[in-house]
């Protein structure tokens, strides 16, 4: 990646008025929007002008940001315009003709990172923030986007590269009288260390289970009103509904929209096969029914389904059932004191099985989510961790210098999260810290 190029990209349709936004980002962007007759407004500033293409004049807002502060540290210039995609499109030939070139997947972000504007972990931040498909997803992805993991590794790192400039500062002055750093307080600071870590490991959340998509299971026997239920939730007609015990043959599955997020629902064949079921031969019901318990087994969610009127003993299914709700309640008489009664048909009690579900699919909400954090990051901590446990080990047999490589390796394994830690940070820390020449 060259960042002396000029890249530009153009993101979809935005606000009420349908807008596109051309984004340039390079030494070359002020003068690419000159060349469409656009005034430049100035740093963080708007101006409504009319831009013209080859003859082709059309409206347009032209937002200007001045290196270094724009997103990617270098000038950056949004010309927002009409939602038109073939505008759009001949918008970016003339910008390539005259010289921009079309940005690579994340180099706008790249850009940023390479220019000191964001560290790895904001960066990935970004991406988990475009990914997100959840309020849950959102909010984890923006506290890493707007640096919560690297405020959080700063305090752990700043003592680990205190440590190990007095350990290197006890190694240059071995020949001497002089120790800068007592057993007694490595140990401390090295318990410390790792109470810290594993504190960060333990409140956070992987990104990638975050991305996740909950999967709920309706499971019941034949004609409990799992296919109702499930058309209710999507809000659409996808399983076919008849009075006839079996209808439901596959599992069938649709996506519903909960309060925070989407989950797919499985509308699953009935556990146990009608009695007079003869024209499904047995080993295509002993399939059917396989295939039911495996996708109970890998269900996030597992709702049994009962018909309210249904008085035999409760479905052994293959793991214990996270709710039990009951269908058909405006039929019933009387209704059970177990489970949440609902009624697909007449709307009953259903916000509150969205809600429990909601409540299911992504845990109770405590008004934040956890600290997303990516394998990456917790491989570096993983690291960082063994590398501390070698380096309490050292301590005790008294051997500086391999303490010090292992405190090395670990200020690397977190610097991985980040960004790297440069033997100058060290030193400045000695000479800063200590009054060498006394």
Not at 1 to 10: G, H, K, V
Not at 18 to 35: D, I, K, N, T
Not at 151 to 163: D, E, I
Not at 337 to 358: F, Q, V, W
């Amino acid at each position: 990646m060259r960042l002396d190029d000029t890249i530009c990209a153009i993101s979809s349709a935005v606000g009420p008025a349908a807008r596109m936004v051309v984004r340039l980002s390079g030494p070359l962007a002020p003068q690419l929007a000159r060349g469409l007759g656009a005034d430049l407004p100035g740093h963080g500033r708007a101006l409504r002008a009319p831009l013209n293409l080859d003859g082709l004049e059309f409206p347009g807002w032209v937002y200007q940001f001045i290196a270094p502060r724009s997103y990617t540290g270098q000038d950056l210039i949004e010309l927002h315009i009409p939602g038109n995609p073939l505008l759009a499109r001949r918008l970016l030939d003339r910008l390539a003709r005259d010289g921009a070139r079309s940005a690579e997947p994340g180099e706008f972000t790249a850009r940023a990172y390479f220019n000191g504007k964001l560290d790895l972990a904001q960066a990935e931040g970004v991406a988990a923030a475009i990914a997100a498909q959840n309020a849950q997803q959102l909010h984890a992805a923006r506290r890493l986007m707007a640096g919560e993991l690297s405020r959080r590794l700063a305090a752990p790192m700043n003592q680990l590269a205190q440590l190990l400039a007095l350990v290197e500062a006890d190694i240059d002055f071995s020949d001497q009288d002089v120790q800068l750093l007592p057993a007694l307080h490595a140990r401390q600071h090295l318990r410390n260390l790792q109470d810290q870590l594993r504190a960060l490991v333990h409140n956070s959340a992987r990104i990638e289970k975050l991305s996740h998509e909950p999967t709920i299971v309706l499971a019941g026997r034949p004609n409990a009103g799992k296919s109702t239920l499930a058309n209710a939730l999507a809000a659409q007609t996808r399983s076919i509904v008849s009075p006839v015990a079996g209808t439901t043959r596959d599992a069938l599955s649709v996506q519903v929209k909960l309060h925070r997020g989407i989950v797919r629902v499985i509308d699953m064949p009935g556990i146990e096969a009608p009695a007079s079921d003869e024209s499904t031969p047995i080993q295509i019901q002993r399939q059917m029914q396989r295939q039911a318990q495996r996708m109970i087994d890998e269900a996030d969610v597992v709702v049994l389904v009962r018909d309210v009127a249904d008085a035999r003993a409760s479905l052994d299914l293959p793991r214990a059932a996270d709710a039990v709700v009951y269908s058909k309640c405006d039929l019933a008489s009387q209704l059970p004191a177990d489970g949440l009664c609902i009624s697909a048909h007449t709307g009953t009690n259903m916000p509150e099985l969205r809600d429990k579900l909601d409540r299911l699919a992504f845990g109770n909400d405590t008004g934040g989510a956890a600290l997303a954090m990516a394998a990456r990051h917790l491989n570096a901590i993983e690291q960082a961790r063994a590398a501390l446990d070698r380096a309490a080990a050292r301590l005790e047999q008294n051997h500086l210098d391999l303490l010090a490589a292992d405190l090395r390796e670990a200020l690397d394994a977190l610097g991985q999260v980040l960004g790297a830690v440069t033997p100058d940070d060290i030193l400045g820390r000695i000479f800063a810290t200590f009054c060498i020449g006394k």
